[in-house]
Nanobody, 122 residues
Framework: QVHLVESGGGVVQAGGSLKLSCAAS????????MAWFRQAPGGERDFVAA????????YYSHSAQGRFTISRGNAKDTVYLQMNGLKPEDTAVYYC???????????????WGQGTQVTVSS
């Protein structure tokens, strides 16, 4: 079992930056890939970015590419999402997820956090 807790959400103006964190506890030595997804009101849970257990492989959605950066802490039990150049359409609840493979599909992830709200004002 892996327990995930997100933090770092908030309200920011368009063009601003936020850094989300996800702290993992439990069976974090099991080599999980970790990812960020987001869900806007009335929308589906969409993939944002993912990173391999080793931290050497990353994968981004088209909307995140070039603006967001996913990274892992040295202990591999923390994952970050640095978000720059935020747009109002980035407003959503952001969820951290852990799973057995690096993928952009929610069904490949077994563990999920409770989410953190990001609001970008225009």
């Amino acid at each position: 079992q892996v327990h995930l807790v997100e933090s770092g959400g908030g309200v920011v103006q368009a063009g601003g930056s936020l850094k989300l964190s996800c702290a993992a506890s439990g069976r974090t030595s099991s080599g999980h890939a970790m990812a960020w997804f987001r869900q806007a009101p009335g929308g589906e849970r969409d993939f944002v970015a993912a990173i391999a257990w080793s931290g050497g492989g990353t994968y981004y959605s088209h909307s995140a590419q070039g603006r967001f950066t996913i990274s892992r802490g040295n202990a591999k039990d923390t994952v970050y999402l640095q978000m720059n150049g935020l747009k109002p359409e980035d407003t959503a609840v952001y969820y951290c997820a852990a799973g057995g493979r690096l993928a952009g599909t929610a069904s490949f992830y077994d563990y999920w956090g409770q989410g953190t709200q990001v609001t970008v004002s225009s």
